[in-house]
């Protein structure tokens, strides 16, 4: 079925790049846009209104989601978040879908070893990112319960803004600075998973790479920051060495590789090291294999952490991953530190 994937991955780069240039023939599409608002909408009215089973936990719970289909810098604020949370004396855990991944047996706790085919490649990065515990379930309510047995006192659930059987205490959306909410507009027609009308009830909108105001609709969420992805090591894929960010390690014309929301991103952060980038942009969560890498000079290969996940197993020295780290404003910082102080006063039998 490769050829099904190839098919599904350019199709869904093409309605990427209509929903964020606004192409005019996605109006034919807004009828179905209309349908799909309103059940997305009554399925968060209902969960509100508890005629929908949300399982609630006795550890507070930190959403961190995207409104759009598509990279935003989301997973780098998750690894920030443990990172921040374990420095504070608290035991996070982090729990996901697991996109990408299927597994036999749920809920599933990732390891070092954990085949990134069965795990998805976003669990398996933060995992040796942070440290921290790291469970996969499509089933987020079940995989949060094993978080608990693992003796986990917050939660931080990545991209589950949507998923409401679990209940949350703390809502985070992570937006792109540059591309922003595309047209505005809901699947099909659009990027948006919900009505941009969400931003009304989450806690915070963190503007990766922006401004707090410079983004259209944004102006909707009560409370605004701006977060930066910043470069901080070069790491061989062959042998973990980590190097600098300067002196470079390689020669400065590269093959920049990308299987992320937003590849230009990425490309644009290379060169803004100094690297003559040959770009190669695949869609998000690709699967690659060794033919991805496989290029007729000996150009170095530079790629994302997520995707040097998946390549591991077959890069030769050539092959560098360039990590990066979510700086959030001091704002944000102030702000965060507050709300936790008073989400983790709450005695446990008044958790909602």
Not at 347 to 352: D, F, K, M, T, V
């Amino acid at each position: 079925m490769k050829w099904w994937r190839r098919f599904t991955e350019r199709l869904g780069e093409a309605l990427l790049n209509a929903w964020y240039s606004d192409a005019a023939w996605l109006s034919v599409l807004r009828p179905l846009e209309a349908i799909y608002c309103r059940q997305v909408t009554r399925r968060l009215a209902e969960a509100r209104a508890g005629k929908r089973t949300v399982h609630q936990l006795s550890v507070p719970v930190i959403v961190v989601g995207n409104l759009t289909l598509g990279g935003t810098g989301k997973s780098p604020l998750v690894a920030w978040l443990a990172r921040y949370l374990s420095e504070q004396g608290y035991r996070p855990g982090i729990l996901s879908r697991g996109y990408g991944g299927k597994s036999a047996d749920y809920p599933l706790r990732v390891a070092a070893t954990t085949p990134v085919d069965v795990c998805g490649d976003e669990p398996l990065m933060l995992a040796a990112q942070t440290g921290v515990p790291v469970v996969v379930d499509p089933k987020r309510a079940r995989g949060a319960e094993r978080l608990l047995d693992e003796g986990c006192d917050i939660l931080i659930s990545d991209d589950g803004l949507q998923h409401l059987a679990l209940g949350r205490d703390m809502e985070l959306v992570v937006v792109d600075g540059q591309r922003g909410f595309g047209n505005g507009r809901c699947l099909p027609a659009g990027p948006l998973r919900e009505p941009l009308s969400r931003l009304t009830s989450i806690d915070a909108l963190v503007i990766n790479g922006a401004e707090p105001d410079a983004v259209a609709g944004g102006e909707k969420a009560a409370q605004r920051y701006q977060m930066t992805l910043a470069p901080v090591v070069w790491r061989r894929l062959s042998d973990d060495t980590r190097l600098s960010l300067s002196p470079l390690p390689f020669a400065p014309r590269v093959h920049g590789l990308a299987g992320i929301g937003n590849p230009p991103r990425f490309f644009a952060t290379l060169e803004g090291l100094g690297l003559e980038v040959m770009p190669h942009p695949k869609p998000d969560h690709h699967r690659f294999t060794s033919r991805d890498l496989s290029f007729d000079d000996e150009a170095p290969v530079i790629m994302t952490a997520k995707d040097a996940v998946k390549c591991r197993g077959f890069a030769d020295t050539r092959c560098w991953a360039l990590d990066v780290e979510a700086r959030p404003s001091s704002g944000f910082i102030e702000w965060f530190a507050i709300q936790l102080d008073a989400l983790t006063r709450v005695p446990q039998g008044e958790r909602q």
